[in-house]
């Protein structure tokens, strides 16, 4: 059987943490997907075709990846695509409890589903989508937090 | 001096770990009020009516406990009941820090109040209300998660 | 049936806010047993007389309050006592996650328990007993935090 | 050089934590800008004229502290002051979590800038702001949460 | 390339938590090596051969399983046996920052090596080792903590 | 007044976290006063000359800073020493809870002393002395963790 993960997140936008993270999965899996849910409770700050676009970009070298939308349920999503793995970066122990939960949850939800963690690399711990729009609202230069070759 | 607990929330829905809570609260104390605090501040998922009649519903047959709703201050509230504690379920390190800060507080504002705290079971630890309200909107089947005989 | 607790520890040495939690306590129980436990694993700094002896100062006009050594599993003596509750008090958020471990293993061992926790007063959230043995062991003056009355 | 610290907030209101922990900074540096952000994302409870009104009330008599509104990037703010310090006060994990990322991406954007942490006092540690709010829109008595001779 | 997994740890001894990570990791990996460290500054309570005999016995029917000491480093290890892989489970968020200076720590010393985390199930959270000997030398029944045909 | 911090620690080896701290730290102070605790109930694992020779080799040309032993409580050495300033690295919320413990303990015993913290960078947040000597122990390479110049 063919080892699907999916990342599942509003990459609003992607960091180099989340690129690092799915780079270092590529081998343990046939095929990620990367997932941009569409929640229609949380605004996002960048416009969907942006988000997707700078995906496809920084990963359109990388045939295991693919870059999907999706609403409703992520497990939902997980079963429609084939995939066991859910993927996940941690980065400090505020994400560890929230991410405990949503995992668990999943698993309860499905219980074929496992959600593998990977660990950000230590430069990159600081940053988080939230931390990169903050910097952009407010002027700054977000590029070193973001994959090379993309532009806010 | 009869003893009477408060339990506030918004119970937005109630869960089984609320429910598994108050249950094994009951012997400790001579009456517990469920409390669902009106705040305007924060918009509920379900209206207030269905809340109340969900939690009347799971509570029925113990007479012990009556439901209720109330604005203001918690402490103020207790005050008019009558009530010298305040009963709470404890999840998560991030749980305890926010709860913490919360019963500090109200016993600075009412020093006879007291904060009793329980422990969820394990299996319900990874389950709150916004991760039940998060499987409803998104379509899952949210009704393991909530008390049994009530639906969503 | 009669509410007894068990407030299990090593007490070396009690420290104000053992006193402050169980002082709070009374209320809630008819009957609060704080129980030394002999560990022949851990030494302790000061001897078990002496822990017994202060414990004993402290509460000696408190009737409900009695103390006790044991040795054996903590859920076995509550078994042994007719006791249905383990009163314990929170500090900080690494106490929660241990104190949560050991309540939910107790709860496996012996359903029939119930761990009730309360709330350091903020003042003396930085004391344990760890911190006290320190000043003591560096000849620094340790009486602030511990109760009235006993000396080290 | 002169030793200038920035003290960023929103301070809606300032509490007597940050009071405490702006006191006791003042030794450490030659000047001390409270500076109030006006972050058009986040609206205040209080308007921001009454903010800055409290906080030069409470410290008029200091010469080595002013107040300051900025907006755009803080760091950016600490350059055209000439500040290689930030100022915070920590209280409890989750506070410090979120620091370090701020902090540690404050330093990759202006690595000249170092943030120093002064911890809150024990009797301070359960209040912020949210807190204070919370108190202050339910009725309640805020005033023992903030500064001596301020009036919300 | 084969993918090689090393579980690293003292398994003193091995827990349902331990057994539940392994089992849902299978399919994750070509080959799951089970290590046991010989950590000279560490006693175990139970004997190295127990501790080997009943790993074994838990995963003598899963081939792709196989069960062995090491001492030193445990990235110089894993490049002898060719594994590219850590596995670790995440229990608490104390856990989890430790695991995260260590799998940081190790990546720095070994860069090919990735360490993948799976969480505990909700039930087998509160269970570690020492929770287990805790149990075992105070005379309780520990078998519900520990693989089912194990005895210790 | 002359604005003299201390440093204590055991050292048991020098980090480089430890020495990115105190270098950040010189600006702030007029004094910074390494100060490796002798603690007859902490065994090192390097003999007290080396851990003394390695900080006065790492910062032999810094005037401002000096290294000393001491034993006995860090407060009671502080005000010998008429240091106002204990002056401290945060890494982890774990860190900063003991920290925290162990900070506002110092206050109370010595209500002039402040501690002030400053982060760690990210790269050197998975580094504590405890790493480095258990890398050092199994016959890793340590080197990268410590300051350059020295060797264990």
Not at 22 to 33: G, H, S, T, V
Not at 62 to 68: K, L, T, Y
Not at 112 to 139: A, H, K, M, Q, W
Request: glycine letters at 8%.
């Amino acid at each position: 059987m063919k080892k699907i993960a999916v990342f599942p997140g509003s990459f609003d936008p992607i960091t180099k943490g989340h690129e690092s993270v799915i780079i270092r999965a590529i081998p343990l899996f046939d095929e990620i997907i990367i997932a941009v849910g569409q929640n229609p409770e949380k605004r996002a700050m960048f416009p969907l075709e942006k988000r997707l676009g700078w995906i496809k970009k920084v990963f359109m070298e990388v045939p295991a990846i693919s870059v999907e939308t999706y609403s409703g349920l992520t497990v939902d999503y997980c079963k429609r695509k084939g995939a066991r793995y859910l993927l996940r970066g941690l980065r400090t122990s505020a994400d560890f409890e929230f991410e405990r939960s949503i995992g668990q949850t999943n698993k309860k939800l499905y219980p074929e589903i496992e959600t593998v963690f990977l660990l950000t690399t230590p430069e990159l711990t600081p940053i988080n989508s939230s931390i990169v729009r903050d910097v952009y609202r407010n002027g700054g230069d977000a590029s070193r937090f973001i994959p090379d070759g993309i532009k806010l």
